[in-house]
């Protein structure tokens, strides 16, 4: 069977406060492998987004990587330099990030921006096209992200774009290189229903051309249940399970997973108050002992307060933490 893509272990990534610390990731472990959409859902400031930004080293001011590994193609990120992770980003790995109204320059045109990781990793570093090449490329991955009238868009400026096309044209960035995989955090959040619909669609048709990986982050079930093959749920810093998408849908063992596809609406069904988990998420600097989720768990019992469960196969290839299945 051929090694994952991304391979993490025991990642810790913390941010060191005045009032304290924040265990955002506390040991995440998951696979990613080929030609796979892997989903991380969860509720706000659970820490899926510290998981993605910590694959790129792309952290928060404030936030380190103080344990574990993150292995692709090999190489341990978490132990490159500066300079190894920057060849690296744009080439092999490559981010979409949440607001494609902050993620581009207002002072650059959209073209101009493009071109950038063109000429940095493909005509400086790699040499694999000429400098005058880079403009016919530039329009060539503006066609690929389905925006018309690529030669007039590569020319216009970020406010003169509508926000769907504002995010094609951040994927056209991510993608110059070919990516083997592709790290979207939460890549439609800013975005109307529809445009959400073109951007998922555009995602799935580049990982069938260009066979590559897709790991998104993001808090919408109903997007993971159309996109994903597989999902990973994420709770006050730690996965709480992990399955393929059928499974999480069918069969949900978690007790927050449960609550949270009974939270889904369902068109047609007669129903009264939608689901809720009370009361608010659990502050990161102050987390409860033993399992994070007890105080709002309808199911908790007194050996839940006291220790944390392991995270463990419960049926095959679905990973539940959890005493109920101890």
């Known amino acids: ?13 913390y941010f060191f406060m005045e009032r304290g610390t924040v265990k955002a990731v506390d040991g995440v472990d998951l696979d990613i492998e080929e030609k796979q959409i892997f989903g991380l859902v969860g509720e706000t400031g659970c820490g899926k987004s510290i998981t993605a930004h910590s694959v790129l080293r792309l952290l928060p001011y404030g936030g380190t990587i103080v344990d574990g590994k993150i292995l692709f193609g090999g190489k341990d990120l978490v132990k490159l330099s500066g300079e190894e992770m920057r060849r690296l980003r744009g080439t092999d790995i490559a981010m979409i990030f ?3 109204h902050t993620s581009l320059d207002p002072v650059f045109t959209i073209g101009y921006q493009i071109a950038e990781p063109i000429e940095l990793h493909q005509v400086i570093e790699q040499h694999l096209i000429s400098a005058d090449e880079v403009p016919r490329k530039v329009i060539e991955v503006l066609k690929a992200v389905g925006i018309a009238d690529p030669e007039e868009r590569a020319v216009s400026y970020p406010h003169q774009l509508s926000g ?17 995989l592709l790290v979207a955090d939460e890549p439609t959040t800013a975005l109307d229903v529809t445009i959400q619909a073109q951007i998922l669609d555009l995602m799935r048709r580049l ?6 990986s897709i790991f998104l982050i993001t808090h919408n079930l ?15 810093g730690r996965l709480i399970e992990e399955t393929d998408v059928i499974p999480l849908f069918e069969q949900p063992l978690h007790p927050y997973t449960q609550v949270l596809v009974n939270a889904i609406p369902k068109p047609g069904a007669v129903r009264g108050k939608l689901a809720t988990i009370p009361p608010t998420i659990p502050d990161l600097m ?17 050996i839940c307060a006291q220790r944390e469960p392991e ?3 419960v049926e095959k290839g679905h990973r539940v933490r959890c005493h109920i299945y101890s």
């Open 1 to 13: 069977m051929p090694e994952p893509i991304l391979k993490i272990r025991g990642l810790k990534t």
């Open 98 to 100: 949440q607001d494609p």
């Open 164 to 180: 769907g096309m504002k995010q094609r044209a951040m994927i056209a960035m991510m993608i110059t290189g070919t990516p083997k």
């Open 207 to 212: 990982r069938q051309r260009l066979g590559t």
């Open 222 to 236: 109903a997007v993971v249940a159309e996109m994903c093959d597989r999902v990973a749920v994420m709770y006050a």
């Open 286 to 302: 102050q987390l409860p002992t033993g399992c994070k989720f007890h105080p709002r768990c309808p199911y908790a019992k007194p």
């Open 311 to 313: 995270f463990k196969d």
